[in-house]
């Protein structure tokens, strides 16, 4: 699919569980944001790890001291 313009949106609709919908309105509200910016935000950290992985790089979480606090694994 070729999308010309800055303004054109494709629309997609997602079944999603309960428990899912709950977790991603969380986030949402812990951001101040809304769903969408949730998702899009969601999406472009997957391939931020995806391209990390490809280089053989790895996705940690820090402390304050970057001490390693968990590696972020299975993406």
Do not use: C, F
Not at 13 to 34: F, H, I, K, R, W
Not at 41 to 53: D, R
């Amino acid at each position: 699919m070729t999308l010309q313009g800055e303004n054109q949106r494709v629309q997609i609709s997602m079944d999603l569980s309960p428990e899912l919908y709950e977790t991603l309105n969380n986030v949402a509200q812990q951001l101040n944001g809304d769903t969408g910016e949730v998702l899009l935000k969601g999406i472009v950290l997957m391939q931020v790890a995806a391209e990390a992985k490809q280089k053989g790089k790895h996705l940690w979480i820090t402390d304050e001291n970057k001490n390693l606090e968990t590696e972020i694994v299975g993406i």
